[in-house]
């Protein structure tokens, strides 16, 4: 007979391999919220929302990033998104899905929302700031700033059609990368 020791309950599932709790943090973590567009304190309710979540699970070196992510992206259904036909209801306020999503060392975000344009990502690097100098402000685009700050600050962005319609736009941030970053 096998004696196993482990510092986490192990559950034995039906193939007989073992299985972590669904309690033990190291399996990751879910959260959702969602919002209005057309509460006025949405925004501040999501970066208030995620910093408190981060804070619980003992990512305070994320928070500072990952409220600015959300901020960004909410902010731009705010201010553009328009709801696709099959999803608006006369009246009705914008639904903002915002979910955060742990495995070990990622942290990952998405905001959906009810129109069906995909987001205007930046392609990538134009110029070098470096080779920019005092003119870099006359490199920013005219549009899509918000996006370009989280591309700047996640290590991936990406988004993905909805189901029924809408989209969500995603974005990875490395723990790792940002516990080092914090700790220099």
Not at 58 to 81: I, P
Not at 134 to 160: C, H, K, T, Y
Not at 168 to 180: E, M, N
Request: proline share 6%.
């Amino acid at each position: 007979m096998e004696v196993r020791h482990s510092r986490h309950p192990v559950n034995a599932s039906a193939e007989g391999a073992p299985r972590r709790s669904v309690h033990d943090p190291s399996n990751g973590h879910f959260r959702a919220l969602t919002l209005y567009a057309e509460d006025s304190g949405c925004a501040k309710a999501a970066r208030d929302t995620v910093g408190s979540y981060l804070r619980t699970w003992g990512l305070e070196h994320a928070v500072v990033d990952a409220q600015l992510v959300v901020s960004e992206l909410v902010g731009n259904v705010v201010h553009h998104a328009v709801p696709d036909d099959a999803l608006a209801t006369p009246g009705a306020s914008r639904r903002i899905d915002v979910s955060l999503m742990t495995v070990p060392e990622v942290l990952v975000i998405g905001v959906s929302d009810e129109d069906s344009d995909p987001p205007e990502l930046a392609a990538g690097e134009w110029i070098s700031p470096e080779l920019a100098g005092d003119f870099s402000e006359a490199l920013l685009p005219e549009r899509g700033r918000g996006l370009l700050i989280v591309q700047r600050l996640a290590d991936a962005v990406w988004w993905s059609p909805g189901a029924k319609g809408g989209k969500t736009v995603w974005c990875r941030l490395d723990l790792d990368r940002l516990w080092a970053e914090k700790s220099a």
